[in-house]
């Protein structure tokens, strides 16, 4: 994710949005879904909060990519993968994927590394709407599958496990209600044939579970990643914050604990998203002036619902009508 995540994919998916678009609103226009988008990118990055959102570049990266202090790390992938193992040691791994010839697909993984036992893991984290990430997630286990493989008489005996781990901000899968799916091949029977690649999603906007009924490790690591950045007060602080794990994480993401160094390059993560942001709004500004123009010339709509509905002023309507009156 902090490799290329750009503000072009973010989604801002609420219950009222929903609504709207079941009853015909115009007002969810692609204008104002991008305009959300920003919003969203905004609040991850709000520099008034304490803590810096995990979600977010520069808080990803410092606590599940952070290469000094794997605690958390290690922690939450045994979590995620729900193993009764614990994890003693991760390393990094290239998180490249080349593409192997001038037409097929390169790709970067957000996280790779690999445990004691020789699992491999690959995480990524997917904030905009995404609706084929599964087929993305099975690109990238089958290039880490294809380069485990080796030449000669070998018969792929003893290849290590392979987790492919995909957190997302929205669900991917309608159809089921749990917000965390562990995915390994069986037969129409349910019957396991294979587990050596599994596949493993969660979605956060499933999670709705109040602090009162957070009991597991996996459950402790979304309820943080979903409400870290909305802390500011001791008292609004859950007690399980002060496990070594998650308490190693929160520091990190603390901005009152920064060291001059981490609080420059966190400021320089803000200042690059902040022209981001503002690109992003010019953008939006650009798409929106097409909208009213391709609207006018169709002549469908008065200027007052187009102008209700690229949420821009009548003024602004009139003076794209002047603009295409005078060509």
């Known amino acids: 994710?902090?490799?290329?995540?750009?503000?072009?994919?973010?989604?801002?998916?609420?219950?009222?949005?929903?609504?709207?678009?079941?009853?015909?609103?115009?007002?969810?226009?692609?204008?104002?879904?991008?305009?959300?988008?920003?919003?969203?990118?905004?609040?991850?990055?709000?520099?008034?909060?304490?803590?810096?959102?995990?979600?977010?570049?520069?808080?990803?990266?410092?606590?599940?990519?952070?290469?000094?202090?794997?605690?958390?790390?290690?922690?939450?992938?045994?979590?995620?993968?729900?193993?009764?193992?614990?994890?003693?040691h991760v390393e990094f791994i290239e998180s490249e994927i080349p593409g192997l010839t001038k037409d097929s697909r390169s790709g970067v993984y957000d996280i790779a590394c690999v445990d004691e036992r020789g699992n491999q893991f690959i995480v990524e984290m997917q904030l905009s709407k995404y609706p084929d990430f599964i087929q993305r997630m099975k690109f990238y286990s089958f290039y880490r599958l294809n380069t485990l493989i080796r030449k000669g008489r070998y018969r792929f005996e003893g290849l290590p496990k392979i987790y492919c781990i995909g957190i997302l901000a929205f669900n991917i899968f309608p159809h089921i209600p749990d917000y965390h799916n562990i995915a390994v091949l069986k037969n129409e029977k349910g019957e396991l044939i294979d587990e050596q690649t599994t596949f493993i999603t969660?979605?956060?906007?499933?999670?709705?579970?109040?602090?009162?009924?957070?009991?597991?490790?996996?459950?402790?690591?979304?309820?943080?990643?979903?409400?870290?950045?909305?802390?500011?007060?001791?008292?609004?602080?859950?007690?399980?914050?002060?496990?070594?794990?998650?308490?190693?994480?929160?520091?990190?993401?603390?901005?009152?604990?920064?060291?001059?160094?981490?609080?420059?390059?966190?400021?320089?993560?803000?200042?690059?998203?902040?022209?981001?942001?503002?690109?992003?709004?010019?953008?939006?500004?650009?798409?929106?002036?097409?909208?009213?123009?391709?609207?006018?010339?169709?002549?469908?709509?008065?200027?007052?619902?187009?102008a209700d509905a690229n949420d821009v002023t009548i003024e602004v309507v009139l003076e794209e009508k002047k603009g295409l009156s005078n060509k």
């Open 1 to 88: 994710m902090w490799h290329s995540i750009s503000l072009r994919g973010y989604w801002v998916d609420t219950p009222a949005m929903h609504k709207r678009q079941r009853s015909g609103d115009r007002s969810t226009t692609p204008v104002r879904l991008a305009l959300f988008r920003c919003l969203y990118y905004m609040d991850l990055y709000n520099g008034h909060q304490r803590f810096i959102s995990i979600l977010s570049d520069y808080g990803f990266k410092v606590t599940f990519g952070n290469e000094t202090d794997t605690r958390f790390l290690r922690k939450a992938l045994q979590a995620l993968i729900q193993s009764p193992v614990a994890i003693k």
């Open 202 to 306: 969660v979605e956060l906007v499933k999670f709705k579970k109040r602090l009162t009924h957070v009991q597991t490790d996996l459950d402790k690591l979304i309820y943080t990643m979903k409400t870290i950045h909305k802390a500011n007060k001791p008292k609004q602080f859950p007690q399980f914050w002060n496990e070594e794990w998650l308490e190693a994480a929160i520091k990190e993401l603390d901005t009152r604990a920064m060291t001059p160094e981490k609080r420059m390059a966190y400021e320089m993560t803000l200042a690059a998203n902040a022209l981001a942001i503002e690109n992003e709004q010019k953008k939006i500004e650009e798409v929106k002036k097409v909208t009213i123009r391709k609207l006018l010339l169709q002549g469908k709509l008065s200027i007052e619902e187009i």
